[in-house]
């Protein structure tokens, strides 16, 4: 069974920055892609950003020059760096993981739970 979980969101001020990290746990072979997306109230859930095994990155443009993809694959952990937070940034982060079971190219998605960010004054 693989599981992620999800740390670090909260309330922050307009200008502010968080830090969201994501460990996946569990019995696999082998994590391909990670990333981040965010689902607004009523909106649809949206790709924030995404890194590959490699540490190759892909940022929505609305998050681009203010928030930072990385990972640690010795832990198994991606983290998503938020700086300049706008009110426009409130929604629940969440994280996945491509991950392989074995050998085969076969990869199955994975998601954490969400974390709520708000960005408030």
């Known amino acids: 069974q693989v599981q992620l979980v999800e740390s670090g969101g909260g309330l922050v001020q307009p200008g502010g920055s968080l830090r969201l990290a994501c460990a996946a746990s569990g019995r696999f072979f082998s994590i391909n892609a990670m990333g981040w997306y965010r689902q607004a109230p009523e909106k649809q859930r949206d790709m924030v950003a995404r890194?590959?095994?490699?540490?190759?990155?892909n940022y929505a443009d609305s998050v681009k020059g203010r928030f930072t993809i990385s990972r640690d694959n010795a832990k198994n952990t991606v983290y998503l760096e938020m700086n300049s937070l706008k009110p426009e940034d409130t929604a629940v982060y969440y994280c996945y993981a491509d991950i392989a079971k074995d050998s085969t190219p076969l990869l199955y998605k994975y998601w954490g739970q969400g974390t709520q960010v708000t960005v408030s004054s």
């Open positions: 890194i590959i095994e490699s540490g190759s990155t």
